[in-house]
């Protein structure tokens, strides 16, 4: 198999890519007190002249209460952190490099630290806590927009805040954010991104991290065929949705009997039946 499609541009919407080399998201947890500083910005600055595509950053979480669970995770709110985000967005873009603030919550998550306040699990989130935390999804998606990057991706993967909604195994909400489908249970994700869509307009690219897999349970499925993932994925499409990051533990396994196609495959082939 050739990998000389790897070295060719890229271009969708406002993003413009010399490469299609795409860093995922890594946590670090470097950001001390949630403000990423000179150590954070050289760490992206040098991935940016190793000539990498796109840099998704490690996640940076929304102003919730318990959006973290580790304190020198980076914030991606306040003035502190957004000027430091700006130094390194520059950084970046000095070298050429294209950049995305990766957007997380981590939701109902063991903590390594005492956040100001938090909710025991997504069971307990009032219906005004699920309003202010979407709004407070859109105040980060404008921050992006505002500051100059080039896309953003929204982490709703691994058994964090969205993906805890997604889960059965999870959420066990009675209203209208919970239910006995993934299509019924994707509301808030949906409304997240809604949310997002309108506070950036149409043309900014937002990516989206999903997984089948929870690092509460490595063998979890959303979607145990191809149908029931096309109710998961095709309405996240319809609220926004440009690229989809498909996480796969085993992304060499095909990930339904009788089709060679992994995770990210069934997300290709979704995506080109809607268009």
Known sequence: MSIQTLFSPFQYKNLILKNRFVM????????????????????????AAGDVGLILTEGTVIERPAS???????????????????????????????????????????????????????????????????????????SAKELGFDAFEIHAAHGYLIDQFFWEGMNHRSDEFGGKTIKERSRFAVEVVKAMRKAVGPDFVIIIRLSQWKQ?????????????????????????????????????EPEFEGSDLNFAGWLKRFLANRQ
């Open 216 to 252: 509460q349970d490595y063998t979890a499925r959303l979607a145990p065929t191809p149908k029931v993932m096309e109710d998961w994925i095709l309405p996240l499409v319809d609220a926004g949705i440009d690229i989809f990051h498909g996480s796969q533990r085993r992304y060499w």
């Open 68 to 142: 973290k669970n580790l304190k020198d995770i980076p914030n991606f709110y306040g003035d502190q952190a957004l000027n430091g985000w700006k130094n390194i967005l520059n950084a970046v873009h000095a070298k050429g490099g294209k950049i995305a603030p990766q957007i997380w919550h981590v939701g109902y998550t063991p903590m390594q630290w005492t956040p100001p306040a938090a909710f025991e699990s997504p069971d307990t989130m009032t219906l005004a806590d699920i309003e202010n935390t979407i709004q407070a999804y859109a105040d980060a998606a404008k």
């Open 24 to 47: 995922a998201p890594m946590t670090r947890a470097f950001s001390t007190d949630g403000i990423p500083g000179d150590v954070v910005t050289g760490y992206y600055e040098r991935r």
